[in-house]
Each structure stands twice: as structure tokens, then as C-alpha cells.
């Protein structure tokens, strides 16, 4: 998580307890001042390529990605489940390929093209309207509470993308495995992915 450095209230003085004798003199508390009095002390500025803008940001080196994307840059279409991996809410386009942005740390993408579901009918052509993935969940059905489906999406983009993946169903679906959706969608998904594969690939 993005850090908050918080100030400690100043104890009251003047006051005694009941039963015990007023001090002479309160001494505050005395704060530790932050190394060199810079707020920003501990931090590093990372530059990072977000739906084909660039943003800099001063962020402490364990701040993760979804974080960052979510906390500072107000995306928050990146869903945050997990937070270990295993959800695939989180997914996000690293260079075109879908990683979960809750394992990576922000400091670490520099130099890289990272796409959220807010920039993915963008970074595939889509200036106007929605990708074919997104036509496709929505014509399918393919959610329910919705908390997932942006990561499907994402997922679903990459794969049919990428063209490493076979088009029967078994393959889609072990391809799609890293994606839960806790309402158990899974059948609408599928019908999804398929169709949007068939029109992104021609086959259809």
C-alpha cells in the first residue's frame, strides 16, 4: 500500500491525574524529524507508461503496481482481490502480454507499456467504441457482480492476441484458468472469449 506518514497529537499539558501531583513543567514529545526534513525521503521517481501516457511518479519501492495504478493514477478498473495472484482481478497488459499487476512492483516498469482495461479498445485501434472483447462480455452476458471482469477481459484479450493458444474450448478454458469469478460466470465467459476470438481472427 502507498504510505501515509501520520503526525503523533501532541499530549495535553497542564493536567493532572487525579490523586497525583501536578507536574512542574510538561515537556512535549519530541518528534524525530524525517532524514533531511524531505517528505519524500525513502522514495524513488519512476516514470511509467500508462494507456499511452506517461506519468512520474515519487513512490516508496515496495508500492506494487495495482497499487499505484489504482491509489495515485485513479484507475480503478484494475480490480484488487488477491493481492497474492491467484484471482487474475488484477490483470493488467505488460508490452502486450497479461501479467497480474498485485506481483509487480511499480518501481520495476519503467521502460514498458502498461495497459489497463480503461485503455484497452485504445491501445488495440478502438479510438471510437469498445474492443471486440468487451462486445463481446457484454452481448454474452459474461458477468454478473462484475467485480472480475475487467481481468477476464484482459486475459481474453491476451490470449486471443498472442495466437499461442488453440480455439476448442478445453484450451480456452485452461488458458482463462487464472481468472476466478466467484459467481461462476464461467459458461457466458467462455461463450465470450470464443466469440470475440472469431471476430478478431477472422474465423468466424
Known sequence: MVSIQYSSPAS?????????????????????????????????R??????????TLDIEPNVILLDA???ILGLHGTKKGCDHGQCGACT??????????????????????????????????????????QQAFL???????????????????????????????VSLREAMSGNICRCGAYKNILEAVQSARARMTGEG
Open 12 to 44: 495535553p499539558v497542564g493536567h493532572a491525574d487525579p490523586g497525583m501531583a501536578a507536574p512542574s513543567q510538561a515537556t512535549a514529545p519530541q518528534e524525530t524529524p524525517a532524514t533531511g526534513g524531505d517528505v519524500n525521503a525513502g522514495k524513488q
Open 69 to 71: 495504478l489504482r491509489e
Open 139 to 169: 452481448q454474452h452476458d459474461a458477468y454478473q457482480c462484475g467485480y472480475c471482469t475487467a481481468g477476464q477481459m484482459m486475459t481474453a484479450a491476451a490470449v486471443i492476441n498472442e495466437g499461442n493458444v488453440e480455439g476448442d474450448d
Open 92 to 133: 493488467v497488459h505488460v508490452n502486450g502480454r497479461s501479467m497480474n499487476a498485485c506481483l509487480l512492483l511499480a518501481v520495476m516498469q519503467e521502460g514498458v507499456e502498461i495497459t489497463t482495461i480503461e485503455g484497452l479498445a485504445q491501445s488495440a485501434g478502438y479510438e471510437q467504441g469498445q474492443h471486440p472483447v
Open 46 to 55: 519512476v516514470t511509467l507508461r500508462v494507456n499511452g501516457r506517461s506519468h
